[in-house]
């Protein structure tokens, strides 16, 4: 039984930082694709960023140049560097993980991420 669990969320001042892990329990995976998810108050759950087992990633347009995502030296790990946090980063944040394309995805439980002064 795979699980994910996100840690690192807190509330933060704009224009500072946080950085988000997710770590799998169980049986080590190499994932192909581990995402982070965000859904603010009120709104849906939107893509974040993306980290693939080939190196690539990919971020959405509302955080590129500001979030970074990366895998740990376990590939069943991927961090989340937030920086220049804004009001609107105000979410739940999700870890989603596949093990090929079009598999079956699992997610974590959220780590809530609060950006306010």
């Known amino acids: 039984q795979v699980q994910l669990v996100e840690s690192g969320g807190g509330l933060v001042q704009p224009g500072g930082s946080l950085r988000l892990s997710c770590a799998a329990s169980g049986t080590i995976f190499n994932f192909y694709v581990l995402r982070w998810y965000r859904q603010p108050p009120g709104k849906q759950r939107e893509l974040v960023a993306g980290s693939f087992d080939t190196g690539t990633t990919n971020y959405s347009d509302s955080v590129k140049g500001r979030f970074t995502i990366s895998r740990g030296n376990a590939k069943n790990t991927v961090y989340l560097q937030m920086n220049n946090l804004k009001s609107e980063d105000t979410a739940v944040y999700y870890c989603?993980?596949?093990?090929?394309?079009?598999?079956?995805?699992?997610w974590g439980q959220g780590t809530q991420v609060t950006v306010s002064s």
């Open positions: 989603m993980g596949q093990l090929g394309a079009d598999s079956y995805e699992y």
